[in-house]
């Protein structure tokens, strides 16, 4: 499987960007997907997620409300609105294939298999 993340940038405080990811080799439908971000000098920080089937998603309480994350078939994206200058990092797609007894996700990087090559984001204040 290879992930490809494609459409960061660099934008003011309060504004919006997308990012995507997509994906080829292997048909992730089966899979739940999400995103996780890096600062500099900082751990890879989970931002959200979303399930096989696109019907759940779970996102951190720093970006609850101002992301979105969907996908459709290989392909991922996150839309990010009312961006701030902490958002700024390198955002990472990934995908895991793992089950879990009592959740249907993980936030922890550990646990995802396969990941995209990251792209950046800067938000200016």
């Known amino acids: 499987v290879q992930l490809q993340a494609s459409g960061g940038g660099s934008v003011q405080a309060g504004g919006s960007l997308r990012v995507s990811c997509a994906a080829s080799?292997?048909?992730?439908?089966?899979?739940?997907m999400g995103w996780f971000r890096q600062a500099p000098g900082k751990e890879r920080e989970f931002v959200s997620v979303?399930?096989?089937?696109?019907?759940r998603t779970y996102l951190s309480d720093s970006v609850k409300g101002r992301f979105t994350i969907s996908r459709a078939g290989n392909t991922m994206s996150l839309w990010m609105n009312g961006l701030k200058p902490e958002d700024t990092a390198v955002y990472y797609c990934?995908?895991?294939?793992?089950?879990?007894?009592?959740?249907?996700?993980?936030?922890?990087?550990?646990?995802?298999?396969?990941w995209g090559q990251g792209t950046q984001v800067t938000v200016s204040s």
């Open positions: 979303i399930s096989a089937g696109g019907d």
């Open positions: 990934a995908v895991d294939r793992s089950k879990y007894a009592d959740t249907w996700y993980s936030t922890h990087p550990s646990d995802y298999e396969y």
């Open positions: 080799g292997r048909a992730l439908s089966p899979y739940v």
